[in-house]
Structures are given as C-alpha cells and as structure tokens.
C-alpha cells in the first residue's frame, strides 16, 4: 500500500479540484499537497491528476480511483470516531497515591460529579509510579518531578514544608510558642517513598531554626503523610508536612501553623495525561477542572505571603 498521507492529498485534492482547498482542509501547504500526489503517482507507476494553467483535472485512472478511496476515508472516520466514542462513555480512571486522595481529591470530588454526571469516575490510590504505556490510567496525580516522554503533565502545587499542630498545643502546662518548645512535644515523621534528599525532614528544619538540644529522630513514623495529618489533627504531636495537603486544615482551624520557618522543595503536585489521551473529552474535562481547583485552594508560599503582608 502507498502511504496514507500521499492517498489522502490525492483524494482531497481530486474531490475538491483545487489544490489550495486541499491544503486547507489538511492544514498543509499547497506545495506539500502537491509533493504527496505526485510521490503516489511515482509508487503507482501512473498519472492520477492534469495539471494545466488553468487548474487541475483528473485522468481516467485517478477518475476510477476516487470513489472507492473517498469512501474508505468516510469508513476508516466512522471506526475512529466509533472509538473515540467508546473510550469517552467508559469509566475515567485516576491513580493518586493515598494522602492526597484522602487529604484532597476526595473532598472535592462531589463539585466535579455533580458538574459531570455523565463521568463514572474510578479512582484508585496507589504510590506506584504509574506506566501508561502498560495500566489503563487516564489521569495520574504525582508527587516528584515528571519525566515521562509522550505525557502532557501540568503543574498543581509547588511545595514547601512547614510544622503543622492542633491549636490546643499552643496552649496548656507547655505551650507551644518558639521551635525550641518542641523539646516537650512529639516530633510526627513521614518516611516518604520518594527518595529525595531535598525535601526536609525534621533534622534539616531544626538545623534551619536554630534549635541544637531537640532530638530530631524521637517520636513515631508513617508511610502515609495523611497520618502524620491525622495525628497532628488529634493533638499527639507536631508534623512536619507539605503546603499543598494541609492548606484544607489550615483555613478550617484543624490546624495551625506554629512557626513561620518553612523549606522550599524541589518537588511538587502534577497530574500526568498521556499525550494520546488528553484531546479524550472526559480525560480534558477532569484535568482541566483539576487544574482550577488546585488554583482555588492554595495557600500562599512563605515568600509570597511576606512580600503581600
């Protein structure tokens, strides 16, 4: 078979007589269509189209070919369309790791149902990096940095770490009012998967706050940082956590912020389409609403804040 793009220059250009139109239509240069013919014409060992001043007509043979190849172009329409169809009416599904479903996705996820209600949505909450290219994901929400070639992948939420409490520890026989204090509280530690030795534990923070007599390693440790959240929540301790998953607590006054040092971090919220993927009118739909919701609920970074106070 000859290519497909040379057959469908030949039939644009043959069912419109004018190679400008063609052009159009393939959002090519006339030049290109052109190009695509007269390379079919060579494979095929015969002329397809006259060429004159005047415009272009068809020869006998590229007269006897047009019908059939226009139809096939119409068939081969209504099988891609029938699968673009089938793949926007089935289920949508997510990949997010645990803490920021809990922590974030979920709570919100009702505004994009009830705006979609056509969307079945599937979410599924894992820490495994996802593989397009082998799991049937639409969307992913990662915590890193993207590196996937053939993925569209969009910011959510730059990060920084900060201490988050219950608001009864700033009160009581040992409040909480200067990094210092954390002498007398338990430290709650996230011991993240993700191997990265800029983001911040409670070691480097100290360091940073000028605090020398705290041990940096006591108190308890979690896989998810959804429960160092929790705990944090409850009053057990004091944790050592990312803006991006506390900014809900904070504005409810689950939580507060008893210091003002915060760490940067190289890492951030981005959530990954593969690129074959994204024009899919559902799989657009969702990370687009995504996107502006994770406008919506940031919080200001330290920097940010302190240059708008």
Known sequence: MPPLTALRAFEAAARHLSLTRAAAELSVTTAAVSHQIKSLEEFLGIALMIRNG??????EAGQQC???LSEGFIRLGEAVNSVRTRADSGPLTIRASASFA??????RLDRFTHSHPDVDVRLSASPTPVDFSREDVDLAVIYGLPDQPGVKADLLFPNEVFPVCSPKLLEGSRPLREPADLRNHV????????????????????RAAGVTDVNARRGPHFDQVYLVIDEAISGYGVGLVGSALVA?????????????????????????????????????AFRDWLIREA?????PAAAEAAANA
């Open 295 to 299: 406008a919506g609920s940031r919080i």
């Open 54 to 59: 005047r415009g272009i007509g068809l020869t």
């Open 187 to 206: 430290l709650l530690h996230h011991d993240s998967p993700i191997r990265d030795v800029n983001n911040p534990d409670w070691a480097m923070w100290l």
């Open 102 to 107: 809990s922590k974030w996705l979920v709570p």
């Open 66 to 68: 047009l019908p059939a």
């Open 248 to 284: 809900d607590d904070l504005r409810a006054g689950r939580l507060v912020r008893p210091f003002e040092l915060s760490m940067p971090v190289p890492f951030a919220y981005y959530v990954l389409t593969p690129e074959y993927k994204a024009r899919m009118a559902k799989v657009a």
